[in-house]
Nanobody, 126 residues
């Protein structure tokens, strides 16, 4: 059984930072592409960032490039999303997801992923 647990969400002011964590159990991250998605009320789920199983390749949505950084620590079986310069439009539930089949060019597409965490709320507001 594959399990992912997100943590680190919360309320932050615009311009602030949060670091989200995605901890895995039941599998080791080194075989999986891990992605972060987010979904705001009334909006489609958006791929935010992903990191390859090796950690050598990362991808970001244009809306977060330069502000968010994804990383992985396979020894801790955890993937992180460092979010800086947060904007109100970053407000969403953030989910991490794992895939051992994500295709190059589709790595920010939700249907490439099989296992999902429960989500963590990020609210950016003054």
């Amino acid at each position: 059984q594959l399990q992912l647990v997100e943590s680190g969400g919360g309320l932050v002011q615009p311009g602030g930072s949060l670091r989200l964590s995605c901890a895995a159990s039941g599998f080791t991250l080194d075989y999986y592409t891990i992605a972060w998605f987010r979904q705001a009320p009334g909006k489609e789920r958006e791929g935010v960032s992903c990191i390859s199983s090796s950690g050598k390749r990362t991808d970001y949505a244009e809306s977060v490039k330069g502000r968010f950084t994804i990383s992985r620590d396979n020894a801790k079986n955890t993937v992180y999303l460092q979010m800086n310069s947060l904007k109100p439009e970053d407000t969403a539930v953030y989910y991490c997801a794992a895939s051992n089949r994500a295709r190059l060019g589709f790595v920010l597409m939700s249907n490439e992923y099989d296992d999902w965490g429960q989500g963590t709320q990020v609210t950016v507001s003054s």
